[in-house]
């Protein structure tokens, strides 16, 4: 059974900057796994943010952006807000199937 | 714009079906990819099953295998989960999701979700 694993759990302060990764048991997160971020607020449905590793939808604020790092892939953001305190997942493609990631929820203070 | 407007859920007791819709518009639905992503209270997100935009393709996670159909009517921009012995633990918000390719792609655009209580 294939496993994507985020960090429980990260602070940061406003203004400054973060990174979410998103690990495959199958081993490295590659271009091909197609890397997908969302973002999900209390009480909202979720909302994307990245696809396909690094590029974002028309709706995606700029501080935000994907890559790959160190065999993960990652979602940083930059200049954080306290409204980007939320549940942020992300998604891989796996030949068809997709699994998320167990979710890492942001604190911003 | 785009609007996705899930329906169908409600409690149903174990070992029962249920059928969510999905209705689709401010896009032409027969050219996207469609998703079902579910959340049971107070977890993460689990990704359910997709089909493509003329619903020749279906992939399913492993936990629906075999329970759960994914299907389409698209002279009615309708997306169809037919959800079969139920159980306990299929207890969550169903969200319909547009595909931003003809199904080999991302999910892009999220419904408000439907809330299927499985529970005797």
């Known amino acids: 059974q294939t496993v994507v694993t985020q960090e429980p759990s990260l602070t940061v302060s406003p203004g400054g900057t973060v990174t979410l990764t998103c690990a495959s048991s199958t081993g490295a997160v590659t271009s091909g796994y197609y890397p997908n971020w969302f973002q999900q607020k209390p009480g909202q449905a979720p909302r994307s943010l990245i696809y396909?590793?690094?590029n974002k939808h028309s709706w995606t604020p700029a501080r935000f952006s994907g890559s790959l790092l160190g065999g993960k892939a990652a979602l940083t953001l930059s200049g954080v807000q306290p409204e980007d305190e939320a549940e942020y997942y992300c998604?891989?493609?796996?030949?068809?199937?997709?699994?998320f990631g167990g979710g890492t929820k942001l604190t911003v203070l | 714009q785009v609007q996705l407007v899930e329906s169908g859920g409600g409690v149903v007791q174990p070992g029962r079906s249920l059928r969510l819709s999905c209705a689709a518009s401010g896009f032409s639905f027969s050219t996207y990819g469609m998703h079902w992503v579910r959340q049971a209270p107070g977890t993460g997100l689990e990704w359910v099953a997709v089909?493509?935009?003329?619903?020749?393709?279906?992939n399913y996670a492993d936990f629906v295998k075999g329970r759960f159909t994914i299907s389409r009517d698209n002279s009615k921009n309708t997306l169809y989960l037919q959800m079969n012995s139920l159980r306990a633990e299929d207890t969550a918000v169903y969200y319909c999701v547009r595909d931003n390719y003809y199904g080999s792609g991302s999910p892009d655009y999220w419904g408000q979700g439907t809330l299927v209580t499985v529970s005797s």
């Open positions: 089909i493509w935009y003329d619903g020749t393709n279906k």
């Open positions: 998604l891989l493609y796996y030949g068809g199937a997709r699994v």
């Open positions: 396909s590793t690094s």
